[in-house]
């Protein structure tokens, strides 16, 4: 059901040579981005008429409109399972608790006396959020995607999921995003949602649309053509991650439970066929143990043969066997995985030790799934090994910074000889001219 990586008995390659040794998906997003161009374009040109026509093309429905009705938000609200709301609201308040405390304040540094640099931290004005809708509903990427923007203080807030079809006749909340999307939005106050998936969605956002104002950034999780779409568009907004199929490593030895390891793996797999689960442990009869569980948990569990067999039998997907632990570490340093689990003895001091991952669950009571909902973490993590680079979704993505420099006419003579002197190195006279027009021509210290 998994393949084995035997990586015990050799000394591992540094760098990029270990991470060609790992197993990953194949994710092209270069590919994608030709396909996607002339979608992005369309809705450039065409704006909300194409955004109907390709609803149509992609999602099966027939739409009159891209934008949500209100009422559609406060009825998807009203008739959400009661069970359902009392997880989301506690998934939000989890999530305000951790990313409140991300705020980021006001510094003013004197640099001498009379000159001073502040940082000061502005959000962004308009931000697009994508919720996927395609396997399955996301309701969860709602909270990840809202919530920080909102403690960042972002003044307006735009979301768009794809529209689903009818799931009956007379289903009138056919041709709209899936209501539990709608019941979290109006939970958490976003009244503008846009009922568009895919390219086209980000297009909406990057060029805006007779319906849309265009957005200064779009974020959230989506598949490869909203991956390439966030491509095309880097440069004219600001994204998060062009995010790829999601990914679960776990660094287990002798003390883990074979059971526990096996259900998280299969947890992840269950997102898509190509979603990547991988062990890596010092322990041969812990891998034994786990490929044994995987059976019957897999035939127990949904979503088995279009989803989690393709997913735990692909070449993104593998148990690693090292030699120990320090060369368990190296392997998921080079790995640099979206989700990473240590379940090992003195797992938090292992965990101390991880440079590259988007999350980090210690110990075997903190599952990924706990962070995919209510650990209060966030779920929008950097994912084919972007982890080595990238940080997860956070209050610090919807903020700018920007540098006041303030100084007197004393503490700009006191450096500007230094500052014409630079200038004149770099061949750039006119800089240091700039200095000598506010001192007649002669600068203090030259």
């Known amino acids: 059901m998994i393949s084995r990586i035997d990586l015990r008995g050799n000394a ?105 640099v502040t940082e000061k931290w502005v959000p962004v004005e308009r931000v697009g959020l994508y919720a996927p809708g395609g396997r399955s509903v996301y309701p969860s990427s709602v909270v990840m995607n809202v919530v920080p923007a909102q403690e960042a203080g972002v003044e307006s807030i735009a979301l768009a999921s794809p529209p689903q079809k009818p799931r009956f006749e007379g289903d009138t909340a056919g041709g709209l995003p899936h209501p539990t999307i709608l019941a979290a939005c109006a939970l958490l106050g976003v009244d503008e949602v846009y009922a568009a998936g895919g390219a086209q969605a980000v297009a909406m956002f990057a060029y805006g649309t007779e319906e849309c104002a265009p957005a200064n950034m779009v974020t959230g999780p989506g598949n490869i053509w909203v991956a390439a779409a966030k491509r095309y568009f880097t440069g004219r907004i600001g ?100 989700h990473l689990e240590i379940q090992t003895a003195d797992a938090a001091a292992v965990a101390g030790r991880v440079r590259n991952a988007g999350a980090i669950f210690v110990g075997p009571w903190s599952p990924v799934s706990l962070g995919d909902y209510c650990a209060g973490s966030n779920h929008v993590l950097p994912t084919g090994g972007c982890a080595c680079h990238s940080s997860g979704l956070s209050v610090q993505s919807f903020l700018k910074g920007i540098h006041i420099v303030d100084y007197s006419r004393d503490a700009l003579a006191e450096v500007a000889h230094h500052v014409v002197t630079l200038a004149e190195a770099e061949d750039l006279p006119a800089h240091g001219a700039a200095l000598k027009a506010r001192f007649g021509w002669k600068v203090p210290g030259q």
């Open 12 to 116: 591992l390659p540094e760098g990029g040579a270990l991470r060609d040794l790992l197993p990953r998906a194949e994710f092209d997003v270069e590919a994608a981005l030709e396909k996607v161009r002339p979608i992005c374009e369309d809705v450039h040109h065409r704006g909300t008429a194409a955004l109907i026509e390709y609803a149509e093309k992609f999602d099966g429905v027939t739409l009159e409109r891209i934008r949500v009705p209100a009422e559609a938000l406060d009825e998807a609200l009203e008739k959400l399972d009661p069970q359902v709301k009392a997880a989301l609201e506690e998934s939000i308040r989890r999530a305000r608790t951790v990313h409140r405390a991300q705020r980021r304040s006001e510094h003013t540094t004197q640099v001498v006396p009379g000159g001073t």
């Open 239 to 338: 994204i998060d991650t062009e995010a790829g199929p999601t990914e679960i490593a776990v660094l287990a030895d002798e003390t883990a439970d074979p059971a526990h390891v096996a259900a998280d793996l299969i947890s992840q797999a269950e997102h898509d066929p190509m979603a990547a689960a991988v062990l890596v442990t010092d322990c041969a009869a812990l891998a034994d143990a786990v490929e044994r569980e995987l059976e019957p948990q897999v035939a127990a569990t949904k979503h088995v043969e279009d989803r989690i067999k393709p997913a735990l039998a692909g070449r993104q997907s593998a148990i690693v066997l090292v030699d120990g632990l320090e060369q368990g570490l190296k392997v998921v340093d080079a790995y640099g995985a979206e």
